[in-house]
């Protein structure tokens, strides 16, 4: 079977998912129960948008999962293998707008923190993407994020701390969590960058802060000539402005931080922000 094809028999509903070169029906997929992505979290992964049937910004993507891989000792499919899954899976879902999901891990091992020899599982999967709301709201939490620990900077599928932070945001009314560093300065959220109008200059934290240097952040950065700033996670209640970026919600401008409100959501470097941003995917695909 190769990349794109469709199995015959699959129903025209059924969700189909890539795993090591070959696309299948979900129910039909299988991953060992001794993988060690499942095991004891020993996997990367990136988050793309489907944008008119394509993945948007794919190659800083797979940049950045190679980063990953490399810096956690796994090993990832050739880019233009990845690069053609996630079209596929696109395709295969009937989907011109979304949301893709690549996951590597080290593979099958043993049922501990060390490494078999097999070779590595990789996985693409596809959903539609719901709407954001028009502004959100988040809560700043009291854990924190190690800038010094061996998995900063990575995209890994450890995401325990931040399911936990999340579940705590959502039930006081935010959607999304936002973390302080060891130092207390402001980092990042579980999905998302920060950025805030700080003594009327746009700034966001510095890859040293021990944020993951997020793709839609970057692009941000570029379009606006944002500039990397370390600041106490508290400057972020009494911003002028401030809106998360991410794969999914672009530029999204925060009305509130721990139930107080911000004066402007969006305020002007918000949406002058949304605005280069929104003209960017309308243009480029790959920028």
Not at 26 to 31: C, L, P, T, V
Not at 95 to 124: I, K, N, W, Y
Not at 196 to 220: D, E, F, K, M, Y
């Amino acid at each position: 079977m190769t990349e794109t094809q469709i199995p015959a028999e699959t129903s025209p509903r059924a969700r189909i998912v890539w795993i090591n070169g070959e696309l299948v029906p979900e129910d039909q997929a299988r991953i060992s129960p001794f993988d060690h992505g499942w095991l004891v979290g020993d996997a990367v992964f990136e988050t793309l948008v489907i944008v008119r049937g394509m993945p948007f910004a794919a190659r800083r993507h797979l940049e950045r999962l190679a980063y990953s891989a490399e810096h956690l000792g796994v090993t990832v499919p050739d880019a233009g293998v990845l690069r053609e899954a996630m079209i596929g899976v696109a395709a295969a879902n009937g989907l011109d707008e979304g949301r893709l999901r690549v996951t590597v891990s080290s593979g099958t091992g043993p049922l501990g923190s060390s490494r078999g020899d097999s070779p590595p599982t990789a996985t693409v999967a596809a959903t539609p993407q719901p709407p954001w709301p028009a502004t959100t709201a988040v809560a700043t939490m009291h854990w924190t994020i190690n800038e010094c620990g061996p998995l900063a900077g990575l995209k890994t599928v450890s995401y325990g701390a931040n399911v936990r932070a999340l579940a705590s945001a959502k039930a006081t009314g935010a959607s999304e969590a936002v973390f302080a560093n060891t130092q207390g300065q402001l980092c990042e959220g579980t999905g998302s960058n920060v950025f805030l109008v700080h003594q009327g200059r746009l700034i966001t934290p510095s890859l040293a802060s021990g944020c993951l240097a997020g793709i839609t952040r970057q692009l941000v950065i570029d379009l606006t000539g944002a500039v990397e700033q370390d600041v106490p996670l508290s400057a972020l209640a009494t911003a002028e402005e401030a809106f998360l970026t991410s794969t999914t919600r672009d530029v999204h401008p925060i009305h509130a931080v721990d139930g107080h409100t911000l004066s402007s959501a969006p305020g002007p470097l918000t949406q002058a922000a949304i605005q280069a941003f929104a003209r960017l995917k309308a243009t480029q695909i790959d920028p």
